[in-house]
């Protein structure tokens, strides 16, 4: 009667497991079919702008609007990349790559900041040759198609919103639609300006805050990717505290051979030697693991950690 019982409980458990873990995979994947699904709205919303501004640019002789078509053109990109990174990052991990391929939006998140700065310093370049000559705008053009771009980036920021904290490549697609916002809000500042006191310098000028303003919020995107991507220590982590945190565990003596990296935006990794104060079995090294991996994961966010157990006896010592 009991095993009967036992073999029941053994049951309602796996069931209710399984259950549960239908719903999280079921909640995951929804969650990443909208993010791509947001991803494709902006990408159709910024293209049919970008058109739109580079063809305004043209017949209205404005460089702000031609500025604001540019890095909408780099929106439309960086979210196609975003939106393929995305879906790569989804994928498994297999025999050759371990690790996943979560580094994918990492490495679209780089390629888009590197874009982005060079489209800053192209922009500023032809801002100072309109300074020199400045030319005639087509103030009309500029102002309705500023509105325009403003009202469609305002939306895709909107649609985006929700997804913005994922990844550092959502975030930086993000990023980049509020850059576009701010800057179709310029150029619509600019031809008021134009319109009232038909200053043509004006145009020149914001060319040139938008590309101060992209080339300031880009470079920190770029610096993280790059910090990731070179598997540097996440910057919000003091290494000699995670080993102070260590060393505060009584069987503990002494950390060495410490490796602190991100993966991704979310996943941190830990590796350390870890000196035990006495010889100690296997058993019971996995309960120091059990307490170091929760220490670690509710003070620094740390995810996957790997220890390697050492002592020493001092018997081979020969000082």
Not at 40 to 46: D, F, P, R
Not at 126 to 140: M, T
Not at 287 to 303: D, N, P
């Amino acid at each position: 009667m009991k095993d009967e019982c036992c073999s029941l409980n053994v049951a309602c458990i796996l069931k209710i497991s399984l259950f549960r873990f239908s719903i999280y995979n079921k909640q995951m994947s929804h969650q990443h079919n909208h993010t791509g699904r947001n991803l494709a709205i902006t990408v159709i919303l910024n293209g049919l702008i970008t058109i739109g501004q580079f063809a305004g640019g043209i017949i209205s002789g404005s460089l702000a609007l031609i500025s604001d078509a540019l890095h909408n053109l780099s929106d439309v990109i960086s979210v196609i990349l975003a939106y393929l990174a995305h879906r790569i990052g989804l994928k498994p991990q297999t025999e050759q790559s371990t690790f996943g391929y979560k580094r994918a939006e990492i490495l679209a998140a780089f390629i888009n900041a590197l874009t982005l700065i060079a489209i800053s310093v192209y922009l500023l370049v032809e801002a100072g040759k309109r300074f020199i000559n400045p030319k005639e705008v087509d103030y009309v053009w500029m102002l309705g198609l500023g509105i325009l771009g403003f009202l469609a980036n305002g939306l895709s920021v909107f649609i985006l919103h929700d997804n913005k904290e994922e990844n550092l490549n959502i975030r930086a697609a993000y990023l980049h639609l509020i850059g576009d916002a701010l800057t179709s809000l310029a150029v619509i500042l600019g031809a008021v300006f134009i319109w009232l006191f038909k200053v043509y310098w004006i145009d020149p000028l914001v060319t040139v805050l938008i590309s101060i303003y992209i080339f300031a919020h880009t470079f920190k995107i770029l610096k993280e990717s790059v910090g990731i991507l070179m598997q540097f220590a996440p910057p919000q982590i003091d290494q000699q505290q995670v080993i102070a945190v260590l060393k505060g565990i009584q069987e503990i003596s002494s950390v060495h051979h410490v490796h602190l990296w991100q993966l991704a935006d979310h996943k941190i990794y830990f590796e350390a030697h870890l000196v035990l104060t006495e010889n100690l079995p296997v058993s019971d090294s996995d309960t120091i693991t059990k307490k170091a991996k929760e220490l670690l994961q509710s003070r620094f966010g740390i995810s996957h950690t790997t220890f390697q157990y050492e002592y020493f006896s001092g018997e081979d010592c020969k000082c």
